[in-house]
């Protein structure tokens, strides 16, 4: 039906019926290639596939020769590692997939059904997609390859309130998956933990849907430091006093293009680390042009991924730190972390001895192109205030994590109001509130794992952990999870009350939820007043113009006295006693807008509104107008426009 080649194989087949009237033609005896143009056409369903490789040993041979072009044609997203694999069973992969499917749209069904009810779909509503991989029914791979092509279908293709949660679904199943991660990483002794395996999985948990691969950001490491590596081997002419690597010096990885006898030919050369240091400040800065971010986009989240500072050549410090102390362990130089204010450094291992603030350039500033300060000058980055000697003493690498996911939640705080292009992230299609979420979501990962291994840590560290866990929505499994590793610390230092409001706080929580979702949803009829729109309908601002949608109203203000007095609701034409709209707009906000002040759009200005929550309320978008989920008709059943 779509193919040139099928409707000419067609043609011909007429030819020859005509041409040899009394023969009988039929699947069986069609040339091979015609038959595949028919197995691969996509109007059949893997239904009718499988019913077609039944016909005949001959079909059953020819359809397994095609399972693997049948599945990457109904389906973009496929676990690398499958693709590759030329011996991969595509025929049992499509039962798991089709299988996957069928049970991630169920899930992605019964949750639209409770969205109304939820202001975001917590750990309890999400853990279904868990129980999918924990009972054997799916893949984590799988899932995520399912969940990506509900994500990425065209927004007038797609199911907009499947898309809604998948996101969530996506994040709780990659994340549930990273913390196992995060925890085997600080189970490691202190040495033995990288900033730099830290950094990727940090960029990996705020973009669950990216394929962030930690391989690929080692290599590009790896290539870094064999440029240096090259580099001073062109400084003492070309010439390696070691003529091959020897079977103890370190091993090496080898990136693609790159060979790794030139870094271990540095590691047995035993080079001075001013030297290593002045070649990789070469390399970085003006070889390959890294560089500090400018001002005017310091705040972008992209500042805080490893992945994304790679790829720009440009950071915030503690970025640019990481990648310089990855470059620099490569090449057998130990530099260390140190979590100086507002402003993050390395710095080279000293002897113990107190340190010389004025004579001793031990500091590393990798966001100033590799100057080196002493303890006084780092003191001039922050207005030369009286700090201890601990200020300027490295950090574990925990706190540097913990660092790096409050920079993103500063981040999203600080983008958060400007216009929609810096509120709304179109490559990633995260909002600076969701990204906040996230952040939060890490801290609280990150704080648990310090409650876990840190028996010092303070009462107000542990409070905090748990506070969060209860405001972005959290189970109360979680909450007494959290409480229970940290409740000696609180106990010790006196705060058991502290400790049961927190749990009084959480069960208040749970319990409302649970009373919400065990309460029907109560319809609203459109007889109790006039209403000049609907459900769905585009609109445009007569004062502001912003553009936004309609997805529910009342039929007069029911706001507080004190809202309608501060927004000036009785200087309206029709005052209170008017329709009100809840709106969601294109800048992410959410508004109550009353119908004096709202226009149809115009017709010229009529696309999709811009807003993370549309798919909550709305299924489709038609090119005009947005088309309610079943959850939302049911609360306003009658408002069909």
Known sequence: KDSSRFVDSLEHIRTLSAMEGSREWSLLNLPPEVVEEIILAPVLSLGDICRLRAV????????????????????????????????????????????????????LQELTGKGLKLFVAGEDELECFSELVESGKCSVPILKCVLNEVLQAHVRDADLSHQFYALYAMEHVVRKKLRGQWEELINLPVEQQQLEKGAVLLAQWMNPCQNIDAKDISRQLDNIAEAVAVELIKRRGGRKDVASPQPSAPKCSKPDGYSSENVAVVH?????????????????????????????????????????????????????????????????????????????????????????????????????????????????????????????????????????????????????????????????????????????SLQLALCHLMCTHDPTISKSRAIYAALMSIEINYSF????????????????????????????????????????????????????????????????????????????????????????????????????????????????????????????????????????????YFCRFSGDKYIPNFALKEKYPHDEP
């Open 268 to 440: 047995q050369l035993n080079l001075p680390r001013d030297i290593v240091l002045s070649a990789i400040n070469n390399v970085l800065f003006n070889d390959l042009n890294f560089k500090p971010q400018p001002s005017e986009h310091y705040y972008d989240l992209d500042n805080s991924y490893i992945n994304r500072v790679l790829e720009e050549k440009s950071g915030i410090p503690i970025t640019m730190c990481v990648v310089y102390q990855a470059v620099a362990s490569r090449l057998g130089v130990t530099l260390l972390p140190v979590n100086f204010p507002n402003h993050f450094l390395l710095k080279m291992p000293d002897d113990g001895t107190p340190l010389d603030l004025v004579n001793e350039a031990v500091f590393i500033d990798a966001f100033r192109r590799g100057q080196r300060w002493t303890a006084q000058e780092c003191l001039a980055l922050i207005g030369n205030c009286v700090l201890s000697q601990e200020t300027f003493t490295a950090c574990q690498p925990i706190q540097v994590f913990m660092r790096m996911a409050a920079n993103i939640y500063s981040s999203s705080n600080a983008i958060a109001g400007h216009d929609v292009e810096r509120t709304f992230n179109k490559e990633t299609g995260h909002w600076s509130s969701v990204a906040l979420t996230s952040a939060l």
């Open 56 to 107: 005949s040993w001959r079909l059953h041979e020819l359809v397994a020769c095609l399972w693997g072009r049948i599945a990457r044609s109904r389906w973009h997203y496929w676990p690398a590692a499958c693709v590759a694999y030329s011996q991969t069973d595509w025929y049992d992969l499509c039962k798991q997939r089709l299988l996957c499917e069928v049970h991630c749209h169920r899930l």
């Open 477 to 616: 499994q979680m909450v007494e999870r959290v409480l229970s590793d940290i409740h000696a610390q609180l106990v010790k230092e006196g705060v058991e009350q502290d400790l049961s409001l927190l749990i009084q706080r959480a069960r208040t929580f749970n319990e409302k939820k649970e009373k919400i979702l065990a309460t029907p949803i109560e319809a609203k009829g459109r007889e109790n007043g006039p209403l000049s729109f609907h459900i769905g309908m585009i609109m445009k601002h007569r004062l502001y113009h912003y553009r936004a949608v309609i997805y529910g109203w009342d039929h007069k203000c029911e706001m507080s006295e004190g809202w309608m007095l501060q927004m000036g609701v009785d200087r309206l034409p029709r005052g209170r006693n008017q329709p009100f709209y809840n709106v969601l707009v294109e800048d992410g906000s959410n508004r109550y807008a009353a119908e004096d002040n709202m226009l149809p759009c115009p017709p010229r200005e009529l696309g999709p509104i811009m807003h993370w929550e549309v798919g909550k």
